[in-house]
């Protein structure tokens, strides 16, 4: 893994982490908002299995989390250009980070 990845997954964890308490805590009074919470979820443990096990299983539960986020972005009425940044923008720079490095995870 390449040092520039590992930075960036690094960033992706710690932001994500502060999401989803930020969203547990909304979810508490907005139960409609559990959705946001599993989503969240989704993408931490690809992030955990692509930082901490090197797992390529890691990389397709970011990106069918960042598309389900895309989509409950849009669907809540949320800004398009921010979910697309959030949906595909994300996925994308792990995915130029990861590519020379492809074969070496598992």
């Given at each position: 893994?390449?040092?520039?990845?590992?930075?960036w997954l690094w960033i992706v964890f710690i932001f994500n982490i502060v999401g989803e308490v930020a969203n547990i805590l909304v979810?508490?009074?907005?139960?409609?908002?559990?959705?946001?919470?599993?989503?969240?979820?989704?993408?931490?443990?690809?992030?955990?299995?692509?930082?901490?096990?090197?797992?390529?299983?890691?990389?397709?539960?970011?990106?069918?989390?960042?598309?389900?986020?895309?989509?409950?972005?849009?669907?809540?009425?949320?800004?398009?250009?921010?979910?697309?940044?959030?949906?595909?923008?994300?996925?994308?720079?792990?995915?130029?980070?990861?590519?020379?490095?492809?074969?070496?995870?598992?």
């Open positions: 893994m390449t040092k520039p990845l590992k930075i979810a508490i009074y907005e139960p409609s908002l559990v959705l946001y919470v599993v989503v969240e979820a989704i993408i931490l443990i690809g992030v955990i299995l692509l930082l901490f096990k090197q797992k390529k299983t890691g990389f397709y539960l970011l990106c069918v989390a960042s598309v389900l986020g895309m989509i409950l972005n849009i669907a809540s009425g949320s800004n398009i250009a921010y979910a697309i940044i959030s949906g595909i923008i994300m996925p994308l720079i792990i995915w130029l980070l990861m590519r020379k490095t492809w074969n070496e995870f598992t």
